[in-house]
Each structure stands twice: as structure tokens, then as C-alpha cells.
Nanobody, 116 residues
């Protein structure tokens, strides 16, 4: 089973930045879609951003366009979510998800808290 290891969450003031990382154990991301989701207290999990590993094409939720950037480092087999211009409403647990033809996995989640 593929495990996704996330890191980079924390506490930041509004307007600040954080960078989340997601890396798989036991396989590469080749052929995978990698997505970030988030879930705030009392709310449903929502889509944040997606990258297709092989081509690098990306997609974003409207709420984060222009502030968040999803990218990949092929040499490190790692996906990043660079979050700039953070707002209190970005506070949530952020989850990495990846899937290919033969698997689908979720990470354990990392807490992002933005203070006003």
C-alpha cells in the first residue's frame, strides 16, 4: 500500500506563507494525479489543487487561484503546495491524495492555522 508523507504545516499570521510537501513511500509518482484537499472544522473536505505528475499540468480551486502554487520536484519525487497570502479562512487540515491506475492513497493530514 502506498503511504503519503506530508509535512510543512504550522501556524502563520495572515498574509504569510507556508509550503506543504507530499512524498510517497514505496513507489514513484509516475503516472499519478496528486491533489491537495483541506477540511476546516465543521465543514466538508474541499478540493484545493491538482497536478498531473507526468505532464505537470495543474488545476486550482477558485478560492486559492493566484495565491497557491502546486508543483513537483521530479528528482525528489515530491509534490509541493506553496501557499502565499494566507487568510484566516485557509485554516484547515490539509490532505495530500494521489492516485494512478493501480492505487489511490491519502496522507495523514497536516494542520495549517492562519491567525488574523
Amino acid at each position: 500500500q502506498v503511504q503519503l508523507v506530508e509535512s510543512g504545516g504550522g501556524l502563520v499570521q495572515a498574509g504569510g506563507s507556508l509550503r506543504l510537501s507530499c512524498a510517497p513511500s514505496g513507489r514513484t509518482f509516475i503516472g499519478s494525479d496528486i491533489e491537495w484537499y483541506r477540511q476546516a472544522p465543521g465543514k466538508e473536505r474541499e478540493f484545493v489543487a491538482r497536478i498531473f505528475w507526468d505532464l505537470g499540468n495543474t488545476r486550482y480551486a477558485d478560492s486559492v487561484k493566484g495565491r497557491f502554487t502546486i508543483s513537483r520536484d521530479i528528482a525528489k519525487n515530491t509534490v509541493y503546495l506553496q501557499m502565499d497570502g494566507l487568510k484566516p479562512e485557509d485554516t484547515a487540515i490539509y490532505y495530500c491524495s494521489s492516485g494512478g491506475v493501480d492505487y489511490h492513497s491519502w496522507g495523514q493530514g497536516t494542520q495549517v492555522t492562519v491567525s488574523s
